[in-house]
Nanobody, 125 residues
Framework: QVQLVESGGETVQAGDSLRLSCVAS????????MGWFRQAPGKDRERVAI????????YYSDSVKDRFTISRDNTKATLYLQMNSLKPDDTAVYYC??????????????????WGQGTQVTVLS
């Protein structure tokens, strides 16, 4: 069982930056594929960014590419999402997820077995 706890969500202005963190309980964190997803009110959960076990490979959705950066520190069992140039459309609950399968082109929601409770990000125009 893997427990994931997200933090860092806030209400910010458009153009601001935020960094989300996700701390994992797993001793085998370095063996896990990790990802960030988000869900806006009335919308389906959306894949945002995925990172491989060693951090060498990553995937970004088109909507966040060149603005967001996913990274991980396996020594701290922590996943990060650096979000720059935030837009009101980025407003959502952001979820951290862990899985064991890396898929070319980025693992999908079905590949992740463990999920955090989410952290709210609100971007004001």
């Amino acid at each position: 069982q893997v427990q994931l706890v997200e933090s860092g969500g806030e209400t910010v202005q458009a153009g601001d930056s935020l960094r989300l963190s996700c701390v994992a309980s797993a001793r085998t964190f370095s063996n896990l594929v990790m990802g960030w997803f988000r869900q806006a009110p009335g919308k389906d959960r959306e894949r945002v960014a995925i990172i491989s076990w060693d951090g060498d490979s990553s995937y970004y959705s088109d909507s966040v590419k060149d603005r967001f950066t996913i990274s991980r520190d396996n020594t701290k069992a922590t996943l990060y999402l650096q979000m720059n140039s935030l837009k009101p459309d980025d407003t959502a609950v952001y979820y951290c997820a862990a899985g064991s399968f890396w898929r070319t082109g980025g693992s999908t929601e079905q590949d992740f077995q463990f999920w955090g409770q989410g952290t709210q990000v609100t971007v004001l125009s």
